[in-house]
């Protein structure tokens, strides 16, 4: 900004004369001056283009970097988070795998003892025991679902590993984790496994609502 003095001159010398001729105070001053036309001349500066382009690319960049260190850290922590839900996935797995045989011997159990009391005889067949404990056996064996089980746990937790992608290869893979706990917990009728399914079932759902956030 510049004082144009030529203009501001005639101003003051304009007022004077006013306030002599008119026989008026001179109350003529700054805060007056600065409203007048053509008393100042601004001058609006220029920015080099290309200084201007790498002021704003450098910014953009800045903020781009952050973005994705914020987005790779909190990345860390869900994939981290999930982690850790796989491998309570795990456990449960192995108690449901080690409860099964169990559950087969309390039910031939249960059988030999509701036998006993039906007929009122301690001698009773023991191969048909064994037969209807066999078939117990057969209908509640979820051997094969906990292979395929533990063979979903192991890649879930490759997918963490990947830089991108995750998240979608993980959504899809809670369906499956989903379906052989459901089919787990339809063949097993123990209460303990059930209690356990139920467990499972709710870490499912909570990995899944993880995997929304991770990319």
Excluded at 41 to 57: D, F, G, H, P, W
Excluded at 121 to 138: C, G, H, K, V
């Amino acid at each position: 900004m510049e004082i144009n003095h030529g203009a501001v001159a005639a101003y003051i010398d304009a007022m004077q004369k006013i306030s002599v001729e008119y026989s008026i105070p001179n109350d003529f001053g700054t805060a007056a001056l600065s409203k007048m036309p053509d008393a100042f001349s601004v001058t609006k500066r220029e920015l080099e283009q290309e200084a201007l382009i790498t002021a704003i690319l450098e910014v953009l960049s800045n903020a781009l970097e952050a973005f994705n260190t914020a987005r790779s850290e909190e990345g860390g922590r869900l994939a981290a988070d999930i982690g850790g839900k796989i491998t309570e996935l795990e456990t449960a797995a192995e108690f449901v795998k080690s409860r099964a045989p169990e559950s087969v011997r309390e039910y031939r159990e249960r059988l030999g003892a509701k036998m006993r009391d039906v007929l009122k005889d301690t001698n009773i067949d023991q191969s048909r025991i064994l037969t209807e404990a066999a078939l117990f056996a057969e209908k509640t064996d979820v051997d094969e679902e906990l292979t395929r089980l533990g063979s979903h746990i192991a890649q879930a937790r490759e997918y963490l590993k990947l830089d991108s992608g995750a998240g979608k290869k993980l959504d899809f893979l809670v369906q499956e984790l989903n379906r052989e706990v459901n089919t787990i917990g339809s063949k097993c009728s123990d209460l303990e496994i059930t209690r356990t399914v139920l467990e499972m079932k709710a870490v499912i759902e909570r990995i899944r609502e993880q995997c929304q956030n991770l990319e």
